[in-house]
């Protein structure tokens, strides 16, 4: 009676466990900063919806991610992640239905003859005139079945928990396939603006040795003198240097190109023209809810949020009582020639139990406690998720601005600093300007390529990220 009053009681404190875990919503913008207003971004798709084969037109780029795709160590190790979290659901859902096993067992047991077992079979007769052997051998086959019921629903919210976090697994594969898009993409951009430095500093270095060999022979007529020599002589050695660290930048980022392919160094084939060329599709940045959806990463912590849910409720059933059912059915003998007599050598046993948890309700309660912390981890990890995807496509958007400008005004400056070149010289030709103002004006014009092959390299690097901001990319 005192047991049945104590289990009665603890169901009902374990009906009365809270397991809500409130925590205060931050709720999305309208529209994204700089943007257009929610009304028009509303009316057009995000440009996530865009397949990343529309939005990175150059053949050889493509080429190149479907290589890493087929062969990024990282891709596939998270597609190995999906199968190990299938193989979890597959066994929470095993845990749910009755287990069956076959036994084959054999042995022999000497009973002492002054114990209850031994006097009993001393004066027992197997059959009439065969009295029970004193070395007795055990021989049995048989079947045994276990299931525990699930009557508070901890082995389906175990099950569920497990479906959860395949999902996430998934979520989390598609979101190391958009990076891995996205940074190929990227490092295929850098290695083109590579290719454009190294060629404007090859052809720099050229002007410029023409000019120290002019500069010479002036010297020779007596128009220029020594420093000027010097100065002319140090801007070349300047390039060159440059030069050599272009080259080994090049060098750097092809191996990162490879890498993210997955193989060992090697050359790459590519058309360095190609960062110049008109990008694909305009960008559209959508609405901020549409990240919800277009985003791997916010799914993936959308779904470990599901997964701290269920299994808080899960801790929460294990203060419940546990129905567990066994049975078994076989055959069992001491003589093989008898193993199979029916019904003499048949056993069979049902055995049904109710076990409430009573003493032990320290472990039980630290497991609660634990699941319900770690639901708040994931709902904190949640609103972290949304809030960096809105930062990162609100920095993507303003970058994509900045640089368009940045674009337009590097152009104004390499023409001014070309025409300032030619300038100089005829200037210095006429006599009408001093080597030190040639010299500057060929540094300018110089600076100023490299700053416009800087601006498009920005620009490019700007559009991937957007677009990966976005969480387009993986589809």
């Known amino acids: 009676m005192t047991r049945a009053l104590a289990l009665a009681g ?17 709720p999305l913008p309208a529209a994204f900063a700089g943007a257009a207003d929610a009304a028009d971004a509303g009316a057009r ?16 780029l493509l080429g190149l991610i479907d290589e890493a795709l087929a062969n990024n160590q990282n891709l596939l190790a998270a597609m190995q992640r999906i199968e190990v979290t299938r193989a979890g659901i597959v066994r929470t859902t095993g845990a749910m239905l009755p287990q069956l096993s076959l036994g084959v067992g054999a042995g022999v047991q000497k009973y002492g003859r002054y114990t209850d077992t031994g006097a009993g079979n001393a004066t027992t007769d197997i059959r009439p005139g065969e009295p029970v052997p004193q070395n007795l051998p055990n021989l049995a086959l048989g079947v045994q079945s276990s299931w525990e019921i699930d009557l508070w629903g901890k082995l389906r919210h175990q099950r569920e928990a497990a479906l959860a976090e395949y999902l996430a697994s998934i ?45 010479r022979l002036e010297k020779q007529a ?32 092809e191996n990162r190109v490879n890498l993210l392919l997955g193989r060992f160094p090697q050359p790459i084939a590519r058309e360095k023209a190609l960062l110049f060329a008109e990008f694909p599709q305009p960008l559209s940045a959508g609405v901020p809810s549409e990240l919800l959806v277009n985003r791997p990463d916010v799914r993936q912590a959308e779904q470990r949020v599901r997964v701290s849910q269920f299994d808080v409720k899960a801790a929460r059933a294990a203060f419940f009582p546990n129905l567990n059912i066994s049975a078994g059915i076989g055959y069992q003998a001491f003589n093989p020639a008898f193993l199979f007599s029916t019904p003499e050598s048949l056993f069979y046993s049902v055995v ?54 940045l674009l337009e005004d590097r152009k104004a400056q390499k023409a001014a600093c070309e025409q300032s070149v030619a300038t100089a010289d005829l200037l210095y030709r006429a006599g009408q300007a001093s080597y030190f103002e040639v010299l500057i004006a060929q540094q300018s014009a110089l600076q100023a390529e490299l700053d416009l092959v800087e601006a ?16 387009g990319g993986w589809r």
């Open 352 to 405: 049904g139990g109710l076990v409430a948890p009573i003493v032990n309700l320290t472990g039980i309660q630290a497991a609660f406690s634990g699941a319900k912390a770690n639901q708040v981890v994931a709902m904190y990890e949640y609103q972290r998720a949304v809030i960096n995807a809105f930062t990162e496509v609100a920095n993507a958007v303003s970058a994509v601005q900045t640089t368009e400008g």
């Open 222 to 253: 007596g128009r220029a003198n020594e420093l000027a020599v010097q100065q002319f002589t140090a801007q070349l050695a300047s390039t060159h240097a440059r030069e050599r660290e272009v080259a080994q930048a090049t060098v750097e980022a």
């Open 10 to 26: 603890l169901c009902c404190g374990c009906a009365a466990i809270n397991i809500d875990t409130p925590i205060a919503e931050k």
């Open 171 to 215: 979520e989390g594969t598609q979101a190391v396939h958009s990076a891995l898009i996205s940074d190929l993409a990227s490092a295929w951009f850098e290695l083109l603006a590579l290719d454009h430095f190294g060629a404007v500093l090859r052809e720099s270095a050229s002007r410029q040795q023409r000019a120290v060999e002019i500069v």
């Open 456 to 471: 498009w390299k920005r620009r490019r690097l700007a559009n991937v990220a957007v677009y990966r901001a976005l969480g």
């Open 45 to 60: 798709p995000s440009s996530a919806q865009t397949p990343w084969r529309e939005w990175f037109a150059d053949p050889r």
